[in-house]
């Protein structure tokens, strides 16, 4: 039982660890926003949150080198995924209800 709980402990920060895509990606993010290229998480938050009535924020996606933001919401079980130019701040387009 102890050596399961010692391996268990052992592989949790290896699984925990970031692929190395993710690394580079959220690098180029950094990079992109300190040179304001891309807009904060917060300021497109700010925008696009309150326009989705009756729904739950439930996270978001980056796509780099594109930096796209995807804001995912949730709205009487149907999962509605917006997108938006990490640039501007424009909302490109939306699925879902």
Not at 9 to 37: K, N, S, T, Y
Not at 41 to 70: C, H, K
Not at 75 to 97: E, F, K, N, P, S
């Amino acid at each position: 039982m102890l050596a399961y709980l010692l391996l268990c402990g052992l592989a949790a920060p290896a699984i925990a660890q970031p692929l190395p895509d993710q690394v580079r990606d959220g690098a180029v993010a950094l990079q992109a926003r300190r040179q304001g290229r891309l807009l904060p998480l917060p300021e497109i938050e700010r925008r696009v949150v309150p326009t989705m009535r009756n729904a739950q924020y439930i996270g978001f996606d980056l796509e780099m080198p594109s930096g796209i933001y995807t804001l995912k919401f949730l709205r009487d079980g149907a999962v509605i995924w917006v997108d938006v130019d990490g640039r501007t701040g424009q909302v490109l387009g939306r699925t879902g209800r």
